[in-house]
């Protein structure tokens, strides 16, 4: 076993690190261990453990428990495959157990080693094998798909969280010289940012390890988001709401109220828009549609244009489009902005 391990290390198929139960990386073996704090070092010091001193320590009085970050890139291994990190508290031995692993997809891989192995054996059966390499197709468009919506979950907390943080940081350095007082000033509301942050990232992180986005309807999920954003900004509101499109649940309710939160946290954050109109209706067409539109008053933008990194309109559209829905965004700077979102709703 000792063997297989090392070879592993060498091969840079996996990275073996100790922490001490104070959480400061007393060793690391491994390409794949990289991306951990120099020995001696605290281990929330690196950017991935960043503010989990909390959910670490916990592990010592549950040492059952691992903590799990999958299909994780880490930056120090430029190219490099994403890995699974796993954390794990040894009672026993008084430290942390760190393991770094390649992730290459093993589950579909050896769902397709073993097709084929049943190829070789029983020529009848190639039609259970093409019947189970469909099925890891599945399972792979399956991955596919809760990736993606984890990016949607996770863009508006950690990448607008580092955008803001870089905004503040530049401005406290240009003033760093020319007026110390008000640079100290930013910097005490660039931590002020950092901490609210770290909460919605590990509120969104929390919402992604349950199994299901919960909405009872899509009316209430509608009022709730135009509660809180009324309870934030000085906006006025008109809501025309059809009474069948009111009780929609199910996989419609869900894809449209993500892209209504979505849609409500931009116009929080950029729109500056003084007027929202929201109507929500069913309607017959060559088939019964669930139909949403969201107009803003706010300055507008270039819908051309999508800056690299950020995945809002694209997570918008794969959510619709993922239902068989049809979206339009149109928006002209200084006039504001229009969202029609298009959903079939088949009636049960």
């Known amino acids: 076993m000792e063997e297989d391990i090392s070879i592993a290390v060498e091969l840079g198929q996996a990275g073996f690190a100790r922490l001490d139960r104070d ?16 020995p001696g070092q605290s281990c929330c010091e690196t950017a991935l453990l960043f503010g989990m001193e909390e959910d670490l320590l916990a592990l010592q009085a549950q040492d059952s428990r691992n903590l ?7 930056q120090e291994m430029g190219d490099g495959p994403r890995v699974n990190i796993v954390i794990t508290w040894d009672a026993r031995r008084g430290y942390y157990l760190v393991l770094t692993m390649a992730d290459y997809g093993a589950g579909e891989i050896e769902a397709l080693l073993t097709a084929e192995r049943r190829n070789k054996q029983m020529s009848d059966e190639r039609l259970l094998v093409e019947t189970e390499r469909a099925n890891v197709q599945t399972r792979i468009n399956a991955i596919s798909q809760e990736r993606a919506r984890i990016a949607r979950d996770l863009h508006d907390t950690l990448l607008q969280s580092m955008v803001g943080l870089m905004m503040q940081v530049r401005l406290a350095l240009k003033l760093m010289h020319s007026n110390p007082e008000l640079a100290f000033k930013e910097l005490s509301a660039t931590e002020k940012l950092a901490l609210e942050g770290l909460d919605s990232a590990r509120h969104a992180l929390g919402e992604i390890r349950s199994k299901n986005f919960e909405v009872t309807t899509l009316g209430t999920s509608i009022r709730n988001a135009l509660s809180q954003l009324r309870a934030r900004l000085n906006i006025k509101v008109s809501l025309v709401m059809d009474p069948a499109a009111d009780d929609l649940g199910g996989e419609i309710a869900q894809g449209l109220a993500r892209l209504f939160e979505e849609a409500m946290r931009n116009i929080e954050r950029h729109a500056r828009a003084r007027n929202l109109s929201v109507s929500l209706r069913i309607e017959r067409r060559d088939q019964r549609v669930a139909r949403l539109d969201i107009v803003d008053d706010g300055i507008g933008f270039n819908t051309a244009l999508r800056p690299e990194g950020h995945f ?6 794969e959510q619709i489009h993922s239902l068989g829905g049809t979206l339009h965004i149109t928006s002209v700077e200084g006039k504001g902005t229009k969202i029609e979102a298009i959903i079939p709703a088949p009636e049960h």
């Open 312 to 317: 809002g309109l694209a997570g918008m559209e």
């Open 68 to 74: 799990t970050l999958p299909g994780i890139h880490v």
């Open 23 to 38: 959480l400061r990386v007393t060793s690391r073996t491994g390409r794949l261990s990289a991306w951990l704090a120099e």
